[in-house]
């Protein structure tokens, strides 16, 4: 079946320092993959997303390449600030399917 | 924008009570969910609908029971509660593509304890 790995957290950081957090994926074909991120007290919401291999999704500041040969797709921020403090999950959605399998989520704290 | 609404937000339960949760969309997306997330187990999926009238389990759907009986609404129930339910539960829509689904569009959350 379907998986996704990510970097266990929790991760703490100071404002301006670069962010990188790790997430593979065990699928088969060629699945769609997400970044998601949940601030305190409310639901997820969509960061970032990529369709194909190669494709670099873009938000925020954050940014992720499909990296098909490494089945990857790691969250990078240049420089963080006080309100990224949140969880953030790496999913994906196989091609034809209902369904999106989940990270176990990352939490990131930045302090000022 | 109304987007996906969860009901209610919060509910304290005794074990062996029932209750239902409400979720509606306002996009008019084939797919629903329902996911429960606890502590250090992120997100784990009910069941899910691909359509209306349609149903299907996921990952946790013991104890649960699902009904998609008009297209925007996904409604949840316990019908006999115990503490283990305890969670967060979340309700999401998606929309379909030439490849798949899109991305998921989730509500604000439900809290449930069940004392």
């Known amino acids: 079946g379907n998986s996704v790995t990510q970097m266990e957290g929790p991760v703490t950081l100071s404002e301006e320092a670069f962010l990188t957090i790790n997430c593979t994926y065990t699928a088969t074909g060629y699945p769609s993959l997400f970044w998601y991120v949940q601030y305190p007290g409310e639901g997820l919401q969509l960061l970032l997303k990529?369709?194909?291999?190669?494709d670099k999704g873009s938000n925020k500041g954050f940014e992720a390449t499909y990296r098909k040969e490494t089945t990857s797709f790691h969250l990078e921020k240049g420089s963080v600030q006080v309100s990224d403090s949140a969880v953030y999950f790496c999913a994906l959605t196989q091609t034809g399917a209902g369904k999106s399998t989940f990270g176990d989520g990352t939490t990131l704290t930045v302090k000022p | 924008n109304a987007g996906v609404t969860q009901t209610p937000k919060f509910r304290v339960l005794k074990t062996g009570q029932s209750m239902t949760l409400l979720c509606a969309q306002d996009?008019?997306?084939?797919?629903m969910y329902w996911y429960r997330q606890d502590p250090g187990m992120g997100l784990r999926l009910i069941h899910y609908?691909?359509?209306?009238?349609?149903?299907a389990k996921g990952e946790v759907p013991d104890g649960y029971n699902v009904s998609r009986l008009k297209k925007q609404n996904f409604l949840l129930g316990l019908e006999s509660a115990a503490p283990s339910q305890t969670s967060v539960y979340f309700c999401a829509s998606s929309y379909t593509t030439s490849v798949g689904t899109g991305e998921l569009f989730f509500g604000e959350g439900s809290r449930l304890t069940v004392l």
């Open positions: 990529a369709t194909k291999a190669d």
């Open positions: 609908s691909v359509g209306e009238g349609t149903t």
């Open positions: 996009m008019n997306h084939e797919y």
